[in-house]
């Protein structure tokens, strides 16, 4: 089974750092690409950035790429650094695995969490 579980949301001010953590199991860890989702009300829901299963490959969306990180550890957790926040970031933040690290980045997955919101005030 494989169980995704987001925390480290909050308000923030534009221009401010929050970093977001996704507690995976441990088949996750190695067999899945994980990565983070993100979706603002009325709007669809868009790829943010993923890393592969062993952390060699990662991609960002165009929106975040020089602002986020990602990264995983050794104890089956996926972060999210986000850095000088825009009042654009907002939404739920949902963290998601998917055995192709490509399908993932595509925006295909076959696990999510219940997601953590982001709230960035201008």
């Known amino acids: 089974q494989v169980q995704l579980v987001e925390s480290g949301g909050g308000l923030v001010q534009a221009g401010d750092s929050l970093t977001l953590s996704c507690e995976t199991s441990p088949r996750t860890f190695s067999t899945y690409a994980i990565g983070w989702f993100r979706q603002a009300p009325g709007k669809e829901r868009e790829f943010v950035a993923a890393?592969?299963?062993?952390?060699?490959?990662t991609e960002f969306a165009d929106s975040v790429r020089g602002r986020f990180g990602i990264s995983r550890n050794y104890h089956r957790v996926l972060y999210l650094e986000m850095n000088s926040l825009k009042p654009e970031d907002t939404a739920v933040y949902f963290c998601?695995?998917?055995?192709?690290?490509?399908?993932?980045?595509?925006?295909?997955?076959?696990?999510w969490g219940r997601g953590t919101q982001v709230t960035v005030s201008s």
């Open positions: 890393i592969s299963q062993f952390g060699a490959s």
């Open positions: 998601a695995a998917s055995g192709e690290f490509l399908s993932l980045v595509s925006g295909s997955a076959e696990y």
